[in-house]
T-cell receptor, first 115, second 110 residues
Framework: KAGVTQTPRYLIKTRGQQVTLSCSPISGHRSVSWYQQTPGQGLQFLFEYFSETQRNKGNFPGRFSGRQFSNSRSEMNVSTLELGDSALYLC??????????????FGEGSWLTVV | QKEVEQNSGPLSVPEGAIASLNCTYSDRVSQSFFWYRQYSGKSPELIMSIYSNGDKEDGRFTAQLNKASQYVSLLIRDSQPSDSATYLCAVPGGGNKLTFGTGTQLKVEL
């Protein structure tokens, strides 16, 4: 069974550009969450989508957005990139809508460098 | 106040020793807790979950939860060099949102 797949794995962008990252969850999983990981702030929750609806949103500016498609695949977009957006962006998928027995699996991440 | 707090380390232990990793949380209503392991350059991997007060054992790993003290810990027995990683404590925050601590770096020395 394939795990959570993220593309691209590595990318370099210039300040002011925008970027789109893609995530394919584990087959059958309906929930996709996105996290940003930086050395200074650690792992921070961006947003969660379940059945194409955003259910939860972290404390990030509106430049960060996402969406989920009917096949559960998800994309996140960051517009007007800043140097501080350089980070590892992690996608996580899970089967259900939450609860104690709902395991969350992470993808390998997309490493974004903004120059 | 941060919701989940961990000592960043590094915590160094000799091979074969017990490594003890600690985490405190601020939300008294939290019901479940997770420990993730993250190797350098890799994604987090779930190693333990605990929902009830007391101990939960899985192989060389034991998670301990004390809800009254808002404290959860992870013990690694017979530590191996392959256990060297960053260990992240996480608390659910509604739906599938997880709030993570900053992680404790563990180094197991030969």
């Amino acid at each position: 069974k394939a795990g959570v797949t993220q593309t691209p794995r590595y990318l370099i962008k210039t300040r002011g550009q925008q970027v789109t990252l893609s995530c394919s969850p584990i087959s059958g999983h309906r929930s996709v969450s996105w996290y940003q990981q930086t050395p200074g702030q650690g792992l921070q929750f961006l947003f969660e989508y379940f059945s194409e609806t955003q259910r939860n949103k972290g404390n990030f500016p509106g430049r960060f957005s996402g969406r989920q498609f009917s096949n559960s695949r998800s994309e996140m977009n960051v517009s007007t990139l800043e140097l501080g957006d350089s980070a590892l962006y992690l996608c996580a998928s899970s089967l259900g809508s939450g609860g104690q027995q709902n395991t969350i699996y992470f993808g390998e991440g997309s490493w974004l460098t903004v120059v | 106040q941060k919701e989940v707090e961990q000592n960043s380390g590094p915590l160094s232990v000799p091979e074969g020793a017990i490594a003890s990793l600690n985490c405190t949380y601020s939300d008294r209503v939290s019901q479940s807790f997770f420990w993730y392991r993250q190797y350098s350059g890799k994604s987090p991997e779930l190693i333990m979950s605990i929902y009830s007060n007391g101990d939960k054992e899985d192989g060389r790993f034991t998670a301990q939860l004390n809800k009254a003290s808002q404290y959860v810990s992870l013990l690694i027995r017979d530590s191996q060099p392959s256990d060297s990683a960053t260990y992240l404590c996480a608390v659910p925050g509604g739906g599938n949102k997880l709030t993570f601590g900053t992680g404790t770096q563990l180094k197991v020395e030969l």
